[in-house]
């Protein structure tokens, strides 16, 4: 049984919210005491992080994640309960941290790295990897004030990993860094999770979370609301985030326009049986159901279907063809579905619009733009770690080919 890296026992921490605050001496001492609201962050958490697990903290922005990775990392103190931490810890909650701005690059990988506990001799040692992995080789002379945002987390989180600590803590940081150098990020955690390190990232990076967390915890108001392997939590969140506005109606807004000719009045994703869900896994059936009204016959009516990962770029493009048997379908209420038999996406949270248009699609009657998403978990028939973005079903085959000469070992003819 693996042992506990952080044990968090019935951990609760508060914040005073004043609504009025004194601004001189002689107002403290002459008006009442300031009034202020007890607002509490976390409200008894039990946790506990097994050593050498990589564990993934998502939630709601205010929700509590930072508080917690703060009474983690002892930087806050837990106003009841608490915290208890086996092993040397490093951590990574803020850009920079612990650097002066007027030094230099250099000056400050030696005044960080002491903070961390480890000695001049030691820092000089890894000097240059630091360097290397952070990748301001040539900026380490200049004060780091001038530095660029993602210059100070790229130098800021080589600092901090360098030092190999047991535990390493980090907060959502590196989404200012570049694809490269998130790559790096990623791998470095990777391989600490393979020597045996605990890590623990705060992050709205689902995606990070499913590919690298074995464990994930969803903070939701202060509280524990789910825990356990990151894929049914993550998938969990993003059902509880989307999931709720999978079949309301929205009100009117800048994403809808035209004649009202026609108007979406709900949509579903449905799985093979029918059942209404919000997750899916790679290479099973997704039903997309649109209910809507329409004012003129439905072969005259145009439903169109995007599905968008995060980078913006439709994946996935569908429309009612002319093929389509909706002849007989006069004015009125309809349901229209859309089936993907296999759904070729990889894991990834993913949203979708929909649109009615007319049959020559040149006057638009409505449109939900990215108001509806669902999650895409892992077939576990595919290999562990497969990437790209869709999954392309092939068949793969062998057979004996012809011996290919060696030119090396060919006999030179005579002229």
């Given at each position: ?99 002066h701005p007027e030094l230099t690059g250099r000056e400050n990988v030696f005044l960080s790295g002491s903070l961390l506990g480890r000695s001049r001799r030691d820092v000089e040692t890894r000097y240059d990897e630091i360097v290397e992995f952070a990748g301001v080789e040539q900026f380490m002379d200049m004060a780091v004030k001038n530095y660029s945002t ?266």
């Open positions: 049984m693996p042992h506990t890296a952080i044990d968090c026992h019935d951990v609760w921490k508060s914040y005073r919210i004043y609504h009025q605050r004194s601004h001189t001496l002689k107002e403290k001492v002459l008006s009442r005491r300031n009034r202020f609201e007890e607002f509490w962050a976390l409200k008894g958490i039990e946790l506990q992080v097994a050593e050498g697990s990589t564990t993934g903290i998502i939630g709601a922005n205010g929700s509590g994640k930072s508080t917690l990775l703060k009474t983690m990392a002892r930087i806050l103190t837990p106003n009841k309960g608490h915290v208890e931490v086996n092993g040397t810890l490093a951590s990574l909650l803020e850009l920079g941290i612990g650097f993602g210059m100070y987390a790229r130098l800021a989180f080589a600092v901090a990993v360098s030092v190999e600590p047991e535990i390493l803590l980090v907060d959502e940081v590196l989404s200012v860094g570049d694809e490269s150098f998130q790559t790096r990020c990623v791998d470095r955690m990777a391989k600490f999770r393979s020597d045996g390190h605990t890590v623990v990232i705060v992050t709205h990076g689902l995606d990070t979370v499913r590919g690298l967390c074995e464990e994930a915890v969803w903070i939701d108001d202060g509280a524990i609301r789910e825990s356990g392997p990151s894929s049914r939590v993550v998938a969990a969140y993003f059902d509880s985030v989307h999931g709720g506005v999978a079949n309301e109606h929205p009100a009117a807004d800048e994403d809808q326009a035209g004649a009202g000719s026609a108007t979406i009045n709900s949509v579903a994703f449905l799985d093979g049986g029918g059942r209404a869900m919000n997750t899916f896994e790679t290479g099973t059936t997704l039903t997309v159901r649109v209910e809507c009204r329409t004012e003129i016959a439905l072969q005259d009516l145009v439903c169109c279907i995007a599905v968008y990962r995060s980078d913006s770029f439709a994946y996935v493009i569908g429309r009612t063809s002319h093929d389509a048997d909706f002849s007989d379908r006069p004015p009125g209420h309809h349901v229209i579905e859309f089936t993907i038999p296999a759904l070729p996406l990889l894991p990834g949270g993913y949203l979708v619009s929909v649109g009615l248009q007319d049959r020559p699609q040149k006057e638009v009657f409505d449109w939900h733009d990215r108001r509806y998403g669902f999650f895409v978990l892992a077939d576990p028939l595919l290999p562990a770690g497969a990437g790209g973005i869709v999954h392309v079903d092939g068949r793969w085959s062998a057979a004996p080919g012809a011996a290919i000469p060696d030119p090396s070992r060919s006999t030179p003819q005579t002229p």
